[in-house]
């Protein structure tokens, strides 16, 4: 734009054009006479439009989003004038706030921001590994509470502050302390979302199947799931429901194994 490159315009024959370099996008359909615009050294397109005489006419040009329009094809959209300057200001409204946010500068926002990710990935893991341990924990007081039926410990329960993860991780610490064992875990996320995870031991899985399991208990809190036949998972939306739920684990195992 700052060198102000004459715009020339020239009427001529199609191949002409497209011989001198012109290019003609999108797969339009030109007429045998065609208009060309040339600005500069950088831009020479068969074009229909009004133009400016030169290309500092323009003014301020800000470039808002590119993407792929066709194979080989690329297509940018910008503004200009007042509105390139509106968009300047809202970007400029954006940074302000978030240097507010991360208590920083303009010159240090992109190190602030990195940092609070970092510190939010560390947390996270950190999170993680304390479900984990949650769930370890009461593995003990689970395997505890098992009931036998048919020669296999059923275990069927609600597990407090776990996620999905934590509870994969707790159903195979049962399934190995246990043995020959069914074993279904649920808990209420805190969105309200129900999440229920279900084990069975090799030897069991002949006969009760993780992935039948937890369909047939995950429809009782508006929900659906499956899996393989030794590990399942499902998802609710009832919470209010969650008790009837894994009350039902029982007398599914005993019609399969009694």
Do not use: W
Not at 45 to 70: P, Q
Not at 72 to 78: C, N, P
Not at 150 to 177: F, I, P, S, W, Y
């Amino acid at each position: 734009m700052r060198a102000n490159a004459l715009a020339e315009i020239r009427e001529m024959d199609y191949e002409s054009a497209v011989a001198s370099g012109a290019m003609a996008l999108f797969g339009e359909k030109y007429e045998s006479k065609v208009r060309v615009l040339r600005i500069g050294e950088f831009s020479t397109e068969l074009c229909g439009g009004t133009h400016v005489a030169r290309a500092g006419d323009i003014g301020y040009f800000k470039i808002v989003s590119e993407g792929g329009v066709a194979a080989g094809v690329r297509r940018i959209e910008a503004v200009t004038g007042q509105g390139a300057l509106d968009v300047a200001d809202a970007n400029e409204n954006v940074l302000r706030e978030i240097s507010q946010v991360v208590r920083g500068t303009r010159e240090d926002v992109a190190a602030k921001v990195r940092d609070a990710l970092e510190r939010i990935r560390q947390l996270e893991k950190e999170n993680r590994t304390l479900k984990d341990k949650l769930a370890s924990g009461k593995g003990s007081d689970l395997a505890a509470g098992a009931v036998e039926v048919g020669g296999t410990q059923v275990v069927a329960t609600q597990v407090e502050g776990a996620d999905a993860g934590a509870l994969r991780n707790a159903v195979d610490q049962l399934k190995e302390r246990l043995k020959s064992a069914v074993i279904v875990l649920a808990s209420v996320e805190a969105s309200g979302k129900v999440v229920i995870v279900a084990g069975v031991t090799a030897d069991r899985t002949s006969k009760v199947k993780a992935g039948e399991l937890v369909a047939s208990i995950a429809s009782v809190v508006g929900g659906k799931g499956g899996g393989r036949p030794d590990f399942a998972q499902a998802g609710g939306t009832d919470a209010s429901r969650l008790a009837d739920a894994l009350a039902g684990v029982l007398p599914f195992v005993r019609t399969k194994l009694l």
